[in-house]
C-alpha cells in the first residue's frame, strides 16, 4: 500500500463516487412520484447515465454493472460505491423518482442521510428534474444484483458524519443550471453537460485545504488526490484550455480520445472510454462549444526550476541524446509527431503546462489513449521506467519541454523518482 | 527486470493473458494499467500478431542447480507424481512442451525465475484462469521444492525456433481446464 503524500492532503473527499447514508434526522419527503417508465424516457436515461459516466464509480472491476463495491482510496481512508441496481435489499429498489432526483439534487438519502461528496452531488444538482427522473427510470430496469454495500474504511476525524454539514455549508450550491440568455442554446446545453452531468469540475477544478471545489476557481485545474495525475486547467489556454482549438479538433478528442492537436491519457481515458464517446455528436459538439469559450489566453508562465544553471544545460545535453534514440522514431526529431496516432510534442500543451507531472507519468508509465468507435486500434507509448534511469527521465522531460520554441520548465531527478512510485490503478 | 517471451504462444492463450491483465485476474500494475481501456477485438488481433512469430533460439542460461534438482524436475516435468496427483507437465503442454492451440502455452525459453513465479502466482491466487482453473489446482499440490526443481529443469532446455503450438484436442487432457476446450 503506498501512503498518500502531504501534497495530496488538499482533498478532502474530491474523488468521484459513493454514497454513503449517514443516519441524521430525516426532513419531510416530497409526494410526488413518478411510476413506471416508458421505453423511450428509459432509453434516453441510458444515455444520461452514460453522460454522468455513472458506471465508473458504481461497478467494481470485475464486479457486476452498477452493483457498486468498487474501492475509492481517499487521503482519508477507502470509500466504497454503493449497490444502485434495482436490488429489493441492497440496491435503490424500494427508492422512487423522488428520492433518487433528492440524491442527486441535494445529497441526501431517503431516510434523509447526508452523503459523501465523493458522490457528485454538487455537479448532479444542476440536473433537471426531468432527466433525473429518465436516469432512475433506466436504472429500475437493469438486471437487480443481491450485494450488500461494503462499509467504509474512514479514519478518525473523517469518519465522524457531521462533518459533512459543514462541509455542505462551505461548497455545496443547491440547484439546477439556470441558462445564459446572452449565449447561444448550443452553448448553454455545452455548459449544462460539463457542469453537471459530466461532473468534469471534481477533477479540473482545484481542491482546497478542506476538500472543496473553489467555484471562483472553476475549471483550474489541480493535482487529483491520491492518483498522482494532473488535471489541467480548462481555462488556460497553457493547460488544457481549449480556447485556440478548433471545435472539430475538441469533438474528435472527446469523443474517439484522439486528435490532432493531442490524446487523452491516464484517468481521461476512462472518461472517453466509460462516457463521452457514446455521446451523440451534438452534445459532443455544445460541449466543444462551451468547453473552447472557457480557453483563456495567458501570459506564458515564467520558466522557473530548481536546477542549477550548468546542470541544466549537461541534463538538456542527455535529453537530447535519450529523444534521438527512445522518442525520435514516432515523435519526429522535430517533435511534430505524426498525428493523429503519434502525438506532437511541440507546442502541446499537456507538454508545456506547468506542472510536469503527466508528462514525466507518461514517459515512466507510457499508456495508451482508450479504444473506441472512433479510433478502435489506439496507438500505444510504451513505458520506460524500466529502461531509463531518473536522470535519463528528467533530462527527456526537460528536453520536450524547453525544445521547439516549447515554453515548459526543467524537472529534476528527484521529480522523476517521486512519481515511480505514483499508483497505476 | 525480465520479461516473458510472447512469440509463438498460442493465439488464444495470449489473448486469455490481455483479457485477465485488463480486468485484473493477473496481478501486474504495469500492464493492468496499459490494457485497461482497450477493445477486446484489439487485444486479440494484437494476440494473434504475436502468436504469428517465431521465439529466438536463444541457449538456455547454464542452470544454477545440482544435478539432482535437474533430474527431480525432469521426473515432475515428464511423468508427475501419480501419488500426490501432480499430473506431468507433458501430458497439457505436450511431450516437447510446445503447448496446444489455442489456449496451452508452449514451457520454453522462459527463464526459471518467471516459471516458478507463475507458479507461485497460481498458487496464491495473485495469477488466475478461467475456471475450472487447471493450473491453480495442480500448483496447490507442489512443494517448494518440487516449483524450483521443474523450474530449473524447464528453463535448461533450449527452445526450437520451428517448434509451434499442437492443434487443438491433438491429446487428452488429465483435468478439465477452462481455458482449453475439451
Known amino acids: 500500500m503506498r501512503l498518500p503524500q502531504l501534497s495530496q492532503f488538499n482533498a478532502l473527499f474530491g474523488l468521484a463516487l459513493i454514497l454513503l447514508i449517514v443516519s441524521s434526522p430525516s426532513p419531510s419527503r416530497a409526494q410526488t412520484s413518478l411510476s413506471g417508465g416508458n421505453a423511450s424516457q428509459v432509453q434516453q436515461g441510458e444515455y444520461l447515465a452514460r453522460a454522468g459516466d455513472c458506471v465508473a464509480c458504481h461497478t467494481a472491476p470485475t464486479g457486476p454493472r452498477f452493483a457498486g463495491g468498487r474501492a475509492m482510496p481517499t487521503p482519508f481512508g477507502t470509500l466504497y460505491s454503493t449497490n444502485i441496481t434495482p436490488d429489493l435489499e441492497t440496491g435503490i429498489g424500494k427508492w422512487n423518482a423522488d428520492d433518487f432526483y433528492r440524491v442527486m439534487h441535494v445529497g441526501r438519502m431517503p431516510d434523509g442521510g447526508l452523503i459523501y461528496p465523493a458522490m457528485p452531488f454538487p455537479s448532479y444538482t444542476k440536473v433537471t428534474r426531468a432527466e433525473s427522473d429518465a436516469i432512475f427510470a433506466y436504472l429500475k430496469t437493469i438486471p437487480a444484483v443481491h450485494q450488500p454495500d461494503r462499509p467504509n474504511v474512514l479514519r478518525f476525524p473523517y469518519n465522524n458524519r457531521s462533518l459533512i454539514i459543514g462541509w455542505r455549508t462551505l461548497f455545496f450550491n443547491e440547484g439546477e443550471y439556470t441558462p445564459d440568455p446572452h449565449q447561444s442554446a448550443e452553448w448553454n446545453r455545452g455548459a449544462y453537460l460539463v457542469e453537471g452531468l459530466g461532473h468534469c469540475g471534481m477533477c479540473h477544478t482545484p481542491i482546497n485545504a478542506l476538500g472543496g471545489s473553489s467555484e471562483a476557481r472553476a475549471f483550474q485545474g489541480g493535482l487529483i488526490p ?124 499537456s507538454i508545456e503546462m506547468s506542472s510536469a507531472v503527466n508528462a514525466i507519468r507518461m514517459v515512466l508509465n507510457g499508456g495508451y489513449p482508450p479504444g473506441t468507435a472512433g479510433n478502435p486500434r489506439p496507438y500505444g507509448m510504451p513505458p520506460f521506467a524500466q529502461t531509463l534511469s531518473d536522470n535519463e527521465v528528467a533530462a527527456v522531460v526537460s528536453y520536450i519541454r524547453t525544445a521547439w520554441g516549447n515554453r515548459g520548465a526543467p524537472v529534476t531527478a528527484a521529480q522523476a523518482n517521486e512519481l515511480r512510485t505514483a499508483p497505476l490503478e | 527486470m525480465y520479461f516473458p517471451r510472447l512469440a509463438g504462444k498460442p493465439a488464444g492463450y495470449l489473448y486469455n493473458q490481455l483479457e485477465a491483465f485488463k480486468v485484473g485476474r493477473r496481478h501486474y500494475p504495469p500492464m493492468n494499467y496499459l490494457l485497461e481501456y482497450l477493445p477486446d477485438q484489439y487485444l486479440m488481433e494484437i494476440a494473434q500478431h504475436f502468436a504469428a512469430q517465431h521465439p529466438t533460439n536463444e541457449p538456455p542460461p547454464i542452470p544454477d542447480v545440482s544435478q539432482d534438482v535437474l533430474r527431480q524436475g525432469q521426473a515432475l516435468a515428464n511423468s508427475g507424481v501419480m501419488e500426490r496427483q501432480i499430473p506431468a507437465c507433458a501430458r497439457c503442454h505436450g511431450v516437447q512442451f510446445t503447448g496446444m492451440e489455442p489456449g496451452i502455452p508452449g514451457l520454453l525459453g522462459l527463464r526459471a525465475a518467471y516459471i516458478s513465479a507463475q507458479l507461485g502466482g497460481f498458487r496464491y491466487g495473485t495469477r488466475t484462469a478461467p475456471a475450472p482453473d487447471c493450473m491453480q489446482v495442480v500448483a496447490a499440490r507442489l512443494t517448494e521444492d518440487d516449483v524450483k526443481a521443474v523450474a530449473a529443469y524447464l528453463a535448461s532446455l533450449p527452445p526450437s525456433q520451428d517448434s509451434v503450438p499442437a492443434k487443438v484436442g491433438s491429446w487428452p487432457l488429465p483435468l478439465a481446464c477452462g481455458s482449453e476446450p475439451q
Open chain 1, 226 to 349: 491520491m492518483q498522482n495525475w494532473y488535471a489541467p486547467s480548462l481555462t488556460s489556454n497553457k493547460e488544457a484550455g481549449l480556447g485556440d482549438w478548433s471545435i472539430d479538433d475538441i469533438v474528435d478528442l472527446l469523443k474517439s480520445g484522439r486528435s490532432r492537436r493531442g490524446i487523452v491519457y491516464g484517468p481521461m481515458a476512462e472518461v472517453v472510454y466509460d462516457s463521452l464517446q457514446y455521446l451523440t455528436d451534438a452534445d459532443t459538439r455544445a460541449m466543444a462549444v462551451y468547453l473552447k469559450s472557457l480557453g483563456q489566453g495567458s501570459p506564458p508562465p515564467e520558466a522557473t526550476t530548481t536546477a542549477q544553471r550548468a546542470e541544466k544545460s549537461l541534463l538538456l545535453t542527455l535529453g537530447k541524446t535519450v529523444y534521438e534514440t527512445r522518442c525520435a522514431t514516432c515523435h519526429s526529431a522535430n517533435g511534430r509527431g505524426k498525428p493523429p496516432d503519434y502525438p506532437p510534442l511541440a507546442q502541446n500543451q
